[in-house]
C-alpha cells in the first residue's frame, strides 16, 4: 500500500457561515479547488515533473514557461494575462509572480544550516462568474493561519480581481520585516561583544552572506509589487462592473503603502551590512594594532642587544690584536671608519628618499623613469632640429 502525498492547505471563503476555513486535500486538480480559495503548496508536494507542474499552471491560465527550471530558480518576476469579452470588458485576470524570502533561523536545521529559503511561487485566476483561487507554493508552515486572522472573516469584492492579492501581499511583507531583523539581532550582538571578546570572522561573512541575499531579494520583491500596483490600475479600468472610485485610489493607496514598507526595509538591510562592515574594518584595525605593538616589541629587544653585538663584531675585526698584557689597535682603523660612516649616511638617505616617494620607487619604476627621460630629451632634440629647419 502506498503512502499518501503531503496534504496541501486551503484556506476558503464559506459562504453560509461567513467565515474563512482551513481544510486539507491531496489532490491537485484546481477543479476541485473551492470558488473562493488560496491553496498553499508545500513545496516537496509541488510537482517534480515538468508536464505535471504545466497540467497545473494551464488551470490557471499561466505561461508554461513558469514549469521552467529557469523560472523555478530565478530570484524573481511578475506577470500577468487578460482574457476580454466582446465588449472589451475583462472576463478573466490571471496573475503569476514570485518572491523570495531568506530567513535566519534560531537553531539550525538537521542539515545543518542556520537559515532556510521561502520561494514563495504565486499564481492566481480571476473570473467573471465568480471564481477566485491563488495557489501558493513553498509558503512558511504558519502562513495560512496568519492569513486567516489576516482575512477577518471579511469577503473579498468578487469584482475585483486584486481582493485576494492585498492581505497575501501583507504576509510577504511581514516575512520580509522578519526577515531583515533577524539580520540586525546577531549583528548587534557582534557590537555588543567587541569590548570583551575577539573577533569571528568566520560568522561575520555568514552574516555579511545573508545580508547581501536579503538586500537582494528584497530590491526585486519591491519591482514585484510595483508592478502588480501598475497592472492593479489598468485592471480596474476596465472591469465589466465599474468599482467606486473610493474603493479603487483605497486600494492603489494601500499597495503603495505596502511598497513604502518594503523600501524602508531595503535601507534597513543596507544599513545592517553597513554596521557589519565597519565591525569587520574594526577588527582588522584592532589585530593591526596588536601585530604593530610585537614589531614594536621585537625592534625593542634588536635595539637592546644591537650595541653588543655592534661593539663585539668591531673588536672581533683583524684591527684589534689581544696581547699578553694589554689591547693593540690598528693604525688603519681609521680607514675602517672612512668607509662606514659615508656608507651609513648613504642608505639612510637613500631610504628615506624611497619612504617619501609616491608611488613607492622600485627597479622597474627607475628604469621606466630613466627611458622616459630619454624619450623626453629625443623629442626635445627633434623639436630643436626642426624649428631650426624652418628657420
Request: charge should be negative.
Given at each position: 500500500?502506498?503512502?499518501k502525498?503531503?496534504?496541501?492547505?486551503?484556506?476558503?471563503?464559506?459562504e453560509?457561515?461567513?467565515?474563512?476555513?482551513?481544510?486539507?486535500?491531496?489532490?491537485l486538480?484546481?477543479?476541485?479547488?473551492?470558488?473562493?480559495?488560496?491553496?498553499?503548496v508545500?513545496?516537496?508536494?509541488y510537482?517534480v515533473?515538468?508536464?505535471?507542474?504545466?497540467a497545473?499552471?494551464?488551470?490557471?491560465?499561466?505561461?508554461?514557461?513558469?514549469?521552467?527550471?529557469m523560472?523555478?530558480?530565478?530570484?524573481?518576476y511578475?506577470?500577468?494575462?487578460?482574457?476580454y469579452?466582446?465588449?472589451?470588458?475583462?472576463?478573466?485576470?490571471?496573475?503569476?509572480?514570485?518572491c523570495?524570502?531568506?530567513?535566519?533561523?534560531?537553531?539550525?536545521?538537521p542539515?545543518?544550516?542556520?537559515?532556510?529559503w521561502?520561494?514563495m511561487?504565486?499564481?492566481?485566476?480571476w473570473d467573471?462568474?465568480?471564481?477566485?483561487?491563488i495557489?501558493?507554493?513553498?509558503?512558511?508552515?504558519?502562513?495560512?493561519r496568519?492569513?486567516?486572522?489576516?482575512?477577518?472573516n471579511k469577503?473579498?469584492?468578487?469584482?475585483?480581481p486584486?481582493?485576494?492579492?492585498?492581505?497575501?501581499m501583507?504576509?510577504?511583507?511581514?516575512?520580509?520585516d522578519?526577515?531583515?531583523?533577524?539580520?540586525r539581532?546577531p549583528i548587534r550582538?557582534?557590537?555588543?561583544r567587541?569590548p570583551t571578546a575577539?573577533?569571528?570572522?568566520e560568522?561575520?561573512?555568514?552574516i555579511?552572506?545573508?545580508?547581501?541575499?536579503?538586500?537582494?531579494?528584497?530590491?526585486?520583491?519591491?519591482?514585484?509589487?510595483?508592478?502588480l500596483?501598475?497592472?492593479q490600475k489598468?485592471?480596474?479600468?476596465?472591469l465589466?462592473?465599474?468599482?467606486?472610485?473610493e474603493?479603487?485610489e483605497?486600494?492603489n493607496?494601500?499597495l503603495?503603502?505596502?511598497?513604502q514598507?518594503?523600501k524602508?526595509?531595503k535601507?534597513?538591510?543596507i544599513?545592517?551590512y553597513?554596521?557589519?562592515?565597519s565591525?569587520?574594518?574594526?577588527?582588522?584595525?584592532?589585530?593591526?594594532q596588536?601585530?604593530?605593538?610585537?614589531?614594536?616589541?621585537?625592534?625593542?629587544?634588536?635595539?637592546?642587544?644591537?650595541?653588543?653585538?655592534?661593539?663585539?663584531?668591531?673588536?672581533?675585526?683583524?684591527?684589534f690584536?689581544f696581547?699578553?698584557?694589554?689591547l693593540?689597535?690598528?693604525?688603519?682603523?681609521?680607514?675602517?671608519w672612512?668607509?662606514?660612516?659615508p656608507?651609513t649616511?648613504?642608505?639612510?638617505?637613500?631610504w628615506?628618499?624611497?619612504?617619501?616617494?609616491n608611488?613607492?620607487v622600485?627597479?622597474?619604476?627607475?628604469w621606466?623613469?630613466?627611458?622616459?627621460?630619454?624619450?623626453r630629451?629625443k623629442?626635445?632634440?627633434?623639436?630643436?632640429?626642426?624649428n631650426?629647419?624652418?628657420?
Open positions: 500500500m502506498g503512502l502525498p503531503p496534504a496541501v492547505n486551503i484556506l476558503y471563503y464559506d453560509p457561515s461567513e467565515a474563512w476555513l482551513q481544510d486539507t486535500i491531496y489532490d486538480d484546481p477543479s476541485n479547488f473551492p470558488e473562493c480559495s488560496y491553496i498553499f508545500p513545496v516537496k508536494r510537482p515533473n515538468e508536464e505535471e507542474r504545466i497545473i499552471l494551464r488551470k490557471f491560465n499561466a505561461p508554461d514557461i513558469l514549469a521552467s527550471r523560472c523555478h530558480e530565478i530570484n524573481g511578475c506577470g500577468s494575462k487578460v482574457y469579452n466582446e465588449e472589451d470588458k475583462l472576463r478573466s485576470y490571471s496573475t503569476w509572480f514570485r523570495l524570502v531568506k530567513m535566519i533561523l534560531d537553531e539550525p536545521l542539515n545543518g544550516k542556520d537559515y532556510k521561502y520561494e511561487t504565486i499564481v492566481s485566476r467573471f462568474n465568480g471564481q477566485r483561487r495557489l501558493c507554493i513553498d509558503t512558511p508552515d504558519d502562513f495560512p496568519h492569513m486567516q486572522d489576516a482575512l477577518q469577503a473579498p469584492d468578487s469584482r475585483d486584486f481582493a485576494m492579492h492585498l492581505p497575501l501583507d504576509q510577504i511583507v511581514r516575512l520580509n522578519e526577515s531583515v531583523w533577524a539580520i539581532d550582538e557582534i557590537e555588543k567587541r575577539g573577533p569571528d570572522f560568522a561575520m561573512h555568514e555579511s552572506r545573508h545580508s547581501i541575499h536579503v538586500s537582494e531579494v528584497l530590491h526585486v520583491t519591491i519591482q514585484t509589487f510595483e508592478k500596483l501598475e497592472q489598468k485592471v480596474h479600468a476596465r465589466p462592473i465599474p468599482l467606486a472610485a474603493y479603487c483605497q486600494v493607496e494601500y503603495d503603502f505596502q511598497i514598507m518594503l524602508s526595509l535601507e534597513r538591510s544599513s545592517n553597513s554596521r557589519l562592515k565591525e569587520i574594518t574594526v577588527a582588522y584595525n584592532r589585530i593591526v596588536q601585530d604593530n605593538r610585537v614589531m614594536k616589541s621585537i625592534a625593542f629587544l634588536t635595539m637592546i642587544f644591537l650595541p653588543a653585538t655592534f661593539i663585539s663584531a668591531i673588536f672581533n675585526t683583524t684591527f690584536q696581547g699578553e698584557d694589554q693593540q689597535a690598528s693604525k688603519q682603523l681609521w680607514i675602517y672612512v668607509v662606514t660612516i656608507s649616511l648613504i642608505i639612510v638617505v637613500f628615506r628618499s624611497l619612504l617619501n616617494r608611488p613607492p622600485t627597479w622597474k619604476s627607475i621606466n623613469m630613466i627611458k622616459f627621460d630619454e624619450a630629451q623629442r626635445r632634440k627633434m623639436m630643436e632640429e626642426k631650426a629647419i624652418v628657420v
